[in-house]
């Protein structure tokens, strides 16, 4: 079986260049009463605390994305209502592009079974976050800061064409 070949651009110069694409991720920013949803996950052998997030499936909108990776990874039901920032990062090489929404804790389904590689959703404070040395990236802190300064833009701003 052959390997598909990697899709190329042309520079301005004319030269042949790979083309860049990044993963576009979704993650949700739960709070209740001061207290942030987060999952703790297995990343390289290693427990790490993230938001509830994943990767954007096919014919799927980011919204829908974010609903979906939260009951997968939690077991919570959630309605995103805002937009609060789109995040740009480079790990090892791998470029992610996430969005994160404040969404509203609707339902838990306790007795759902989480995602492979899932441990368990917790409920931590900021300062329990902050002081965390496990963070799974940059994103997980940045993000709640950014809610937590108010920083939020309406959903229709998104458009699923």
Known sequence: MS???QPTAKTPEGRSQPVFKPRVTVATVVEDKGRFL?????????????????????DETLIEAARRETME????????????????????????VRFAFAARLIAHYP??????????????????????????????LRS??????????????LAHL
């Open 144 to 157: 709640i800061d950014d809610y937590r300064a108010g920083r939020r833009v309406a959903l229709d701003l």
């Open 73 to 96: 990874e939690t077991g919570c039901e959630v309605e995103p209502y805002a937009l609060v920032g789109v995040y740009q990062m480079n790990v090892r090489g791998r470029h992610f």
């Open 3 to 5: 390997v598909p070949k």
């Open 111 to 140: 007795e759902r079974s989480l995602d492979d590689g899932i441990l368990r959703a917790v409920w931590l404070d900021r300062d329990e976050i902050g002081k965390s040395h496990r963070l799974r990236s940059a994103m997980v």
């Open 38 to 58: 987060l999952v703790e996950e297995l990343i390289g052998g290693k427990p790490v605390f993230n938001q509830p997030a994943g990767h954007l499936d096919p």
